[in-house]
């Protein structure tokens, strides 16, 4: 199942600077978009989302970019911190039907955040 | 801060016996939801529940699985009879709308020898 791929399975990222986490989608019935974090023994932690009425969404040090066309979201974290170091999940869901809830999720993305 | 609490954290079982996981979703959410993580792969959904009943259950949910939420508080994963290959981290997670964001548990590891 390739419906939600994460193509770089890590980044490395300096303190201070810019993470960009890159995201793609092929099912074009997807139109709720998530990212969550995961740390090792830890369930997902929600960290923003995007619905596809929009092309961004910015919570704080995290904005989601939507580009619907491309089928394509980003994460970007600015500034990237070393707590922010973890595993990083996007998730897709359709916004109607049955499958609602059901989210499809990337590979993810080991994010390293250096002092 | 409400949060999503699973127990147990860790469970050990022998390849055919019954197994239930057990969630309690954060208090005013409506919609609760199973997934698991095999080792080194994605995490996948298995099944959503809403209003008593199945929303939704993937291809993994066969007759093997079943959920129930048995009173105000607790929503529980059975396998009735485990095999190997449902040795995984089982998440449930939970949301107030059905469009919109799932929090999700610690997670219970299940191993099945």
């Known amino acids: 199942d390739q419906q939600v791929k994460q193509n770089s399975p890590s980044l490395s990222v300096q303190e201070g600077r810019i993470s960009i986490l890159n995201c793609d989608y092929t099912?074009?019935?997807?139109?709720?978009f998530l990212w969550y974090k995961k740390y090792p023994a830890e369930g997902p932690t929600f960290l923003i989302s995007?619905?596809?009425?929009?092309d961004k969404n910015e919570d704080g040090r995290f904005t989601v970019f939507l580009n619907k066309s491309a089928k394509h979201l980003s994460l970007h974290i600015v500034p990237s911190q070393p707590g922010d170091s973890a595993v990083y999940f996007c998730?897709?869901?359709?916004?109607?039907?049955?499958?609602?809830?059901?989210?499809?999720f990337g590979q993810g993305t080991i994010l390293t955040v250096h002092p | 801060e409400p949060e999503v609490t699973q127990t147990p954290s860790h469970q050990v079982t022998q390849m055919g016996q019954e197994v239930i996981l057990r969630c309690v979703p954060i208090?005013?959410?409506?919609?609760f939801y199973w997934y698991r993580q095999i080792l080194g792969q994605k995490v996948e959904f298995l099944v959503s529940?809403?209003?008593?009943?199945?929303?939704?259950k993937s291809e993994i949910f066969d007759d093997q699985f079943s959920v129930e939420r048995p009173d105000g508080s607790n929503f529980t994963l059975k396998i009735r009879s485990t095999k190997l290959e449902d040795s995984a981290m089982y998440f449930c997670?939970?949301?107030?709308?059905?469009?919109?964001?799932?929090?999700f548990g610690p997670g219970t590891r299940l191993t099945v020898t």
């Open positions: 997670a939970s949301s107030e709308a059905g469009v919109g964001p799932q929090y």
């Open positions: 099912n074009s019935m997807f139109d709720y």
């Open positions: 995007i619905s596809s009425i929009k």
């Open positions: 998730a897709a869901s359709p916004a109607g039907g049955t499958s609602y809830g059901k989210l499809t």
């Open positions: 208090s005013n959410h409506l919609y």
């Open positions: 529940f809403y209003n008593n009943e199945i929303s939704e």
